[in-house]
């Protein structure tokens, strides 16, 4: 419990964050008020007492806002972006880019019958309906993943309540075991609506973007369309991939390639053997592929 605030202060405060957190960048009171669904005439007198609080900070100019402090994060005990770990949440089969699950306790282990979990998050849990499957995970130090459905919700605190119905340990498998190989690729120089055909001919999400031999970029679905909505459906491969590639040895462990998708925001890492690319793995391969009869969620 945050002492010293009142719910509408900790409501906008965890609003502030979790939009910072999103963008780097201030935050407008007004973009507050459309999350949380309040007054912006409410959410900026509140803004006046966190300042006076030091938990919140201005920014002055076009381009300004809000910036919560480090006393902000501290007081709801919030790790900092720049320290902060992104643990995936999967809701009713689907990945939510949005949300990281900041801290999971089990309040009911001493009642083994009834196995309760509360998982405070970052971002915004409204997009999480009642009664909704969730997995949370894998986390980042024990290596889990855990397996439940949702039975309430605290907006206030940014927590979300569910029944565990399983918690599964990552085994030691390696990506080599279960990378997809040969690699498909998309040409770096082509045009999006070419590298579009090759996905979905293949029936696939994303893949490695080419420049003669050298892999450059991870060019996705998600790309595709942020060109076409753009009116660029010409444009080059290149100018929409996401730039970041990483590469494994084909003997690293599932859970070191987790976090490594974790550490770069990436979701398709290329497997190598001897530094020769023989492979990819999504998280989506890995997590199907860790307990298939419970994870099928959609790769967006």
Not at 114 to 126: L, P, W, Y
Not at 142 to 165: A, H, W
Not at 271 to 282: L, M, S
Request: one cysteine or more; hydrophobic letters at 40%.
């Amino acid at each position: 419990m945050v002492l010293g605030l009142t719910q509408v202060q900790k409501e906008i405060l965890n609003a502030l964050i979790t939009l910072y957190r999103k963008k780097g960048l201030p935050v407008k009171g007004e973009e507050i008020s459309e999350l949380i669904n309040r007054n912006p005439g409410t959410v900026r007198n509140q803004m006046q007492a966190l300042r006076a609080l030091g938990l919140v900070e201005g920014a002055p100019g076009p381009k300004g806002g809000y910036r919560p402090t480090a006393k902000a994060f501290e007081l709801l005990s919030i790790t900092e972006p720049s320290k902060a770990v992104k643990v995936p949440v999967i809701v009713n089969g689907k990945l939510m880019e949005d949300l990281s699950a900041e801290e999971l306790t089990f309040p009911s282990l001493p009642h083994p019958e009834v196995c309760e979990a509360r998982v405070r998050m970052v971002g915004d849990i409204r997009k999480i309906p009642p009664d909704a499957e969730i997995i949370i995970g894998p986390t980042p130090v024990n290596e889990m993943l855990v397996f439940g459905k949702v039975t309430g919700r605290d907006d206030t605190e940014n927590i979300v309540i569910m029944s565990v119905q399983k918690i599964y340990a990552i085994p030691k498998d390696t990506v080599g075991m279960h990378m997809s190989t040969p690699i498909i690729t998309v040409n770096a120089d082509d045009d999006i609506v070419s590298a579009s055909k090759v996905l979905l001919n293949h029936q696939i999400h994303r893949a490695p973007a080419k420049k003669g031999e050298d892999f450059i970029g991870i060019f996705s679905l998600r790309n595709a369309v942020q060109a076409f909505i753009e009116g660029k459906k010409d444009a080059k491969v290149r100018e929409y991939m996401d730039p970041t590639i990483v590469k494994v040895e084909k003997d690293t462990k599932l859970s070191e390639a987790l976090r490594l998708m974790r550490d770069y925001n990436v979701r398709l890492i290329v497997v190598t053997d001897e530094g020769k690319p023989v492979g990819v793995i999504t998280d989506y391969q890995i997590l199907t592929r860790l307990a298939p009869e419970q994870v099928s969620y959609k790769s967006s």
